[in-house]
């Protein structure tokens, strides 16, 4: 009777081990890569930076009363900085975003000028706003790239002339308020990796003021010289914002 245990048992242990053999080994499965989630360009947004401007004008003064040129045109020029506050939304379909957005500039953005001639002196732009569109492409999930035009109005300050050798200003012209029109080209970057919602842009613009034209009166009495000054004022500038931005709907997941 124990031959016959022992026996069965060696068999029962020659087959397990036999089974285990014949088992094949555990295949390798390699995780599948899961795209990185990347924020949605769709929403609104509040953005603060600044940047450098550059404007050039054409000028001339004119008889008042007949139109008839005082003296010729002269190109004069203007350098400077600004701080820049902004507001918009964006819409997001596909790969293309398209927005509308307002901006304020605190300027100081001046320069030469001069008038009659012999009288110079120093013409300040301190305020300009915006308001417009824009549309871009997505070259990366968190890269858009975009064109840019609206509406734009500027203020330049008024300003006093001095005749060169004499003490003191001797005439002035008033300050004024222009609108005109603005393009642009830019790129923004989602910088999720600092914190979600921040974006980095910056935009170059061109900006066409109407036409200015101002009296010259004598400095101190304000009373009327006979002549005037027409101005066409032309601006370009770059900014640089940073943008934080409140999204609608979550984040979205790359397709690329």
């Given amino acids: ?32 890569v899961v795209a990185a989630p990347v924020p949605s360009w769709t929403g609104c947004y509040l953005g603060a930076g600044g940047g450098a401007a ?10 008042t009363t007949t139109g008839a040129p005082f003296n010729p045109n002269t190109t004069g020029g203007a350098r400077g900085w600004f701080g820049t506050v902004q507001g918009g939304c964006d819409y997001q379909f596909g790969n293309w975003v398209a927005g509308a957005f307002a901006d304020y500039d605190f300027m100081d953005v001046h320069g030469d000028h001069s008038t009659l001639g012999a009288a110079f002196g120093q013409q300040k732009q301190d305020w300009q706003w915006a308001v417009g569109g824009r549309v871009g492409y997505l070259v990366l999930p968190q890269l858009l790239t975009y064109v840019s035009g609206g509406y734009t109005q500027g203020h330049w300050k008024g300003t006093d002339y001095s005749v060169l050798g004499v003490v003191g200003p001797q005439v002035s012209t008033s300050g004024f308020t222009k609108g005109g029109w603005f393009i642009g080209t830019g790129d923004e970057y989602a ?66």
């Fill in 54 to 63: 550059m404007t050039n004008n054409d000028y001339n003064d004119f008889v």
């Fill in 191 to 256: 910088l999720t990796s600092f914190l979600p919602g921040l974006f980095w842009k910056t935009e170059y613009r061109y900006s066409e003021f109407d036409r200015a034209n101002t009296d010259i009166t004598v400095f101190g009495t304000g009373a009327a010289s006979g002549l005037s000054q027409t101005q066409k004022l032309r601006e370009h500038s770059v900014r640089s914002e940073l943008v934080y931005r409140f999204n609608w709907g979550g984040p979205l997941v790359a397709k690329y």
């Fill in 1 to 32: 009777m124990k031959k016959i245990v022992l026996a069965l048992t060696a068999v029962v242990a020659m087959t397990g081990a036999a089974s285990a053999a014949d088992l094949a080994a555990r295949p390798y499965t390699k995780a599948p």
